[in-house]
């Protein structure tokens, strides 16, 4: 019993240039990673970025 690859190499390039591909939906290895970072930066925010309103515990007439 041997394993499929998951990558091969392509002759096609993609938009930037890399010919790596997953087997399985044939999305470039290297822009899929660069996309994952991209994402991970945006979901990173500061404590004081929130904008939603917080009600205190115990007290439903106070907010913050």
Do not use: I, W
């Not at 899929?32 to 994402?39: F, I, S, Y």
């Not at 930066?41 to 970025?49: A, F, H, L, N, S």
């Not at 515990?57 to 907010?63: A, E, S, V």
């Amino acid at each position: 019993m041997t394993a499929e690859p998951s990558k091969y190499y392509s002759g096609n390039p993609c938009q930037l240039g890399h010919t790596l591909r997953y087997v399985k939906n044939k999305m470039c290895v290297e822009c899929h990673k660069l996309d994952a970072k991209e994402r991970r930066e945006e979901g990173k925010q500061k404590p004081t970025d929130f904008q939603h309103r917080v009600t205190v515990l115990g007290n439903p007439d106070r907010t913050l």
